[in-house]
């Protein structure tokens, strides 16, 4: 994707209030209004209700349904991670009046992993870069990345998505040109035009990840209209609210507001993934969100709290300080200190630069930093190998050559016929088998970006 048009974070506590009809739609593509008389107690029935979207028909497709239902332990834990945010997702999208089918697009980007980090830098449920985060306001500072926060992400998304479909007045294209970019599209269509070619999305020119892009929202999309019959056990999810944001106030520590909740740490850092620091910093942190069944108990633990509620404290370093000396001084192993904020080898550290230190009598630095929410990325962006097709090979010869199936090598690669000179991407047993590849290169795992928050301290 390129990024959304400019959008701010909400700061206003996430409640279930009635929804109204959508807006009505502008074609058949674009929605339809949903009879919310009897609500679903379901949420996968809920969004199957609103599917909208003109289905798309063809072999990639196909391609995308056989590794999907392949798939099942993946797709287990997509939809596990899914709990905790489709549901706030499912209601923006209604909100404004887009078919549901929207609200499954962070399974293509991230696959409902919103520590995801691809090889472009990409980050989030909805997979920003940098420059097209910091472009479309979501801040990335010390203290935390936007582009990881929940609700700030997809207000971000949503808007780019609806600027995307007014301007194309077709689903399939703005899908294509969150992946691709409104200029490559248009350049494609332009280009179609000259020729008197079709300009739907399956008639454009484009690169191979765009052309399979809608096909994978269209495979998940039929997996859920019928989980049956692609064999898969989709597990329901309650059509209820399943977490609050609270104005975060004062700065407390991570492990702290997690107590103060009575919930597990990895759960408070899967709905606050944002945070950089084992620090939550009002200044810097609009919201705390916090599963909707644990706001009580937080507010009340909190009003009763009377320790300090954080345990580190912001240091300038000074001409003369040295990380080893900072360490030393506040009884602070030099490794945690560096994890604790985020310091590595190619971080430059000197006079004004920025830290979190223990505070004297505190526990900080006796604590281990918290290990936190780290779930698997998609198979499909873990490491693997390229291999170039050489002269004579056909797809049967490679998928022996890697122990793995020729409709894995399809549904990897989105391929029919193969040419000499073709790259192919292999997953799975066929990186690591017991045979050379051809020419092969390994491509870097998209994994959490090690912070003191992903990172487990030894």
Do not use: C
């Not at 280009?191 to 300009?199: I, S």
């Not at 430059?348 to 505190?362: A, C, F, T, W």
């Amino acid at each position: 994707m390129t990024g959304p048009d400019p959008a701010g974070p909400k700061a206003a506590a996430i409640a279930a209030p009635p929804i109204g009809k959508p807006q009505e739609a502008k074609d058949p593509q674009a929605s339809h209004a949903v009879d919310l008389a009897r609500p679903a107690d379901d949420l996968w029935e809920r969004i199957r209700n609103g599917f909208a979207i003109a289905d798309l028909d063809g072999p990639r497709v196909r391609e995308r349904e056989r590794w999907y239902a392949g798939q099942p332990d993946y797709l287990k834990r997509m939809v596990e991670r899914s709990k905790l945010y489709l549901y706030y997702i499912i209601e923006e999208v209604e909100k404004r009046g887009m078919p549901s089918e929207i609200a499954l697009l962070p399974m293509v980007e991230s696959a409902f992993n919103p520590m995801a980090y691809s090889r472009s830098h990409a980050s989030g449920l909805w997979q920003f870069i940098p420059s097209t985060g910091k472009r479309h306001q979501l801040s990335q500072n010390w203290w935390a990345d936007a582009r990881r926060d929940v609700i700030a992400s997809t207000d971000a998304a949503l808007d780019y998505l609806q600027t995307l479909y007014e301007l194309h007045g077709d689903w399939h294209l703005a899908l294509a040109s969150y992946n691709f970019g409104e200029n490559g599209v248009a350049r494609a269509i332009r280009r179609n035009e000259a020729r008197g070619l079709p300009t739907d999305y399956q008639s454009l020119k484009m690169p191979l990840e765009t052309r399979g892009y809608v096909p994978k929202l269209q495979a998940l999309k039929n997996i859920i209209t019928n989980p049956q019959a692609f064999g898969v056990s989709l597990e329901p999810i309650p059509n209820e609210p399943y977490f609050a944001a609270l104005p975060a106030g004062k700065d407390i520590d991570v492990r702290l507001a997690a107590k103060l909740a009575e919930m597990s740490v990895e759960e408070l850092i899967a709905l606050n993934p944002a945070l950089n620091r084992p620090v939550i910093s009002g200044p810097h942190t609009q919201t705390l969100v916090l599963p909707a069944d644990r706001v009580d108990a937080f507010r009340r633990n909190l009003d009763a709290y009377d320790q300090p509620l954080t345990s580190w404290e912001p240091y300038t370093m000074k001409k003369g300080d040295s990380l080893d000396r900072l360490a030393a001084k506040h009884g602070i192993a030099l490794a945690k200190l560096k994890l604790a904020n985020g310091i590595t080898s190619r971080t430059k550290i000197g006079p004004g630069s920025q830290l979190l230190l223990p505070v004297k009598g505190s526990d900080a630095a006796a604590e281990p930093l918290p290990a936190v929410f780290r779930q698997p990325v998609p198979p499909a962006r873990r490491g693997g190998l390229l291999h170039i097709v050489r002269k004579g090979e056909t797809l049967y010869g490679i998928s022996k050559r890697y122990h793995v199936s020729t409709d894995s090598l399809r549904g990897w690669n989105h391929i029919g016929v193969l040419t000499t000179g073709q790259k192919l991407i292999i997953y799975g047993r066929g990186s690591g088998g017991t045979r050379k590849p051809v020419q092969p290169v390994k491509i870097s795992a998209a994994r959490p970006k090690q912070n003191a928050i992903t990172a487990l301290f030894p």
